[in-house]
């Protein structure tokens, strides 16, 4: 989180800077003045530490093949709800400070911060259910045959893979023109 940490106290920076500078017009002091008071508010931070925890840490993994992204996305939905019930690490670290990285913390209405939380919560998982919805088909079931972490160890049968390989050839064969 330092690198949007730096980012956050640049633009505070700027933006004082901006405040001092005679030749600024006034509508944008105003607006500065106003997204300093913003950025630097530490419900803000709060909020931030928690996006922290859920999106950034639960969401921006580098996954490369569509079996992965379903149990990858099926881990990021279960730590998401255990958020909505505890606080993540960053999120606590910040709830237990009086200031972080130089911003005043003013003590935080619980019931009001548990009440965003959830409902941000529920909002983010309805949303990736709601976009990944289809992750169970029998297509993109069958795709896990190009991740060789889902191959098995030995398959003494000889049939691993024949059974979702014409999955995948009877459902793109008219896409490719092949009778």
Not at 29 to 44: E, H, L, N, T, W
Not at 89 to 107: F, H
Request: aromatic share 8%.
């Amino acid at each position: 989180m330092s690198a949007s940490t730096d980012l956050y106290m640049t633009l505070i920076m700027m933006s004082l800077c901006s405040q001092e500078d005679t030749n600024v017009n006034a509508d944008h002091k105003v607006k500065c003045k106003g997204f300093r008071k913003i950025a630097s508010d530490g419900d803000i931070l709060k909020f931030r530490c928690f996006f922290y925890d859920t999106i950034y840490q639960s969401l921006q993994k580098s996954v490369a093949t569509l079996p992965k992204i379903e149990n990858f996305m099926s881990s990021a939905l279960v730590v998401m709800e255990k958020y909505k019930s505890r606080s993540g690490p960053k999120l606590t670290s910040v709830l237990k400070a009086d200031t972080y990285e130089g911003i005043l913390l003013t003590p935080t209405n619980a019931d009001k911060l548990n009440q965003a939380r959830n409902k941000l919560v529920d909002s983010l998982c309805h949303c990736i259910t709601a976009r990944f919805c289809d992750m169970s088909s029998d297509v993109l079931r069958a795709m896990r045959l190009i991740d060789f972490q889902y191959w098995p160890e030995a398959d003494a049968s000889g049939d691993f893979g024949d059974e979702e390989l014409d999955c995948l050839v009877n459902h793109f064969r008219p896409p490719l023109g092949i009778t």
